[in-house]
């Protein structure tokens, strides 16, 4: 059975920095691609991140590009979202995610984490 465990998120005021874990366990597919999608107020569900089995493939939305970065540690079988500059628009629950490859597409992903709700207060 694939779980997602997630860690991270809470209140930061604006400027701050908040890192998020996903930690996968369970996965017998081969290599796993993870990421995180995010829900903020009054917005569709949008792609944030995602990262492949080698660290150097990684992809990072153009709407927080240059603030937040993506990171992975296969020995431990977990990704980190580095969430740098945060403002009051990334407030929102963000969903890590797991599947076989890399998309920008929430139905590539096989498996969803329960949610981490970031804040930031102005």
């Known amino acids: 059975q694939v779980e997602l465990e997630e860690t991270g998120g809470g209140l930061v005021r604006a400027g701050g920095s908040l890192q998020l874990a996903c930690e996968v366990s369970?996965?017998?597919?081969?290599?796993?691609?993870l990421g995180w999608f995010r829900q903020v107020s009054g917005k569709e569900r949008e792609f944030v991140a995602s990262v492949g089995w080698s660290a150097g493939d990684l992809y990072i939305s153009g709407s927080v590009r240059g603030r937040f970065t993506v990171s992975r540690d296969n020995g431990r079988n977990t990704a980190y979202l580095h969430m740098n500059n945060l403002n009051v628009e990334d407030t929102g629950v963000y969903y890590c995610?797991?599947?076989?490859?890399?998309?920008?597409?929430?139905?590539?992903?096989?498996?969803w984490g329960q949610g981490s709700r970031v804040t930031v207060s102005s």
């Open positions: 369970g996965w017998t597919m081969g290599d796993v691609a």
């Open positions: 995610v797991a599947g076989r490859y890399m998309s920008v597409l929430a139905e590539a992903y096989d498996y």
